[in-house]
């Protein structure tokens, strides 16, 4: 018998799992795509580290039900490397983002966003 490691989302699974539960708000479900010491830059003055930091900075805003993301493009770049251009909507305004997701053993090491 041998023991059979499950195989890594691929990245554009990985950012889509992210993305869905962005948008179902599942606060837990948002957290168990990114690794324990994850990047997130561009959201907040400073990055954000860790889950933990992550878990603070998400939780009220999925508080917020008016609040969601649509991905209109995603470009892969190997096989790890993904790039999405995004639309945040907050009470029905939407903000352009481009977001970057470096994803590692199928899970988001670092992201970045850049809004229009």
């Given at each position: ?98 977001a970057t997701f470096d994803v ?13």
């Amino acid at each position: 018998m041998t023991d059979a490691v499950p195989k890594a989302r691929s990245a554009l699974d990985t950012v889509q799992a992210q993305l869905d539960a962005f948008n179902a708000h599942d606060l837990d479900a948002f957290i168990a795509t990114y690794a324990p010491d994850a990047v997130i830059t561009g959201v907040a003055p400073e990055p954000i580290v860790g889950a933990e930091a992550i878990r603070a900075f998400y939780e009220p805003r999925l508080q917020n039900p008016e609040l969601s993301c649509v991905i209109d493009n995603t470009v892969l770049f190997g096989s790890r490397w993904v790039v999405a251009q995004e639309q945040v909507i907050n009470a029905g305004v939407a903000t352009e983002t481009i977001a970057t997701f470096d994803v590692v053993d199928g899970l988001i090491s670092r992201a970045s966003m850049l809004k229009a």
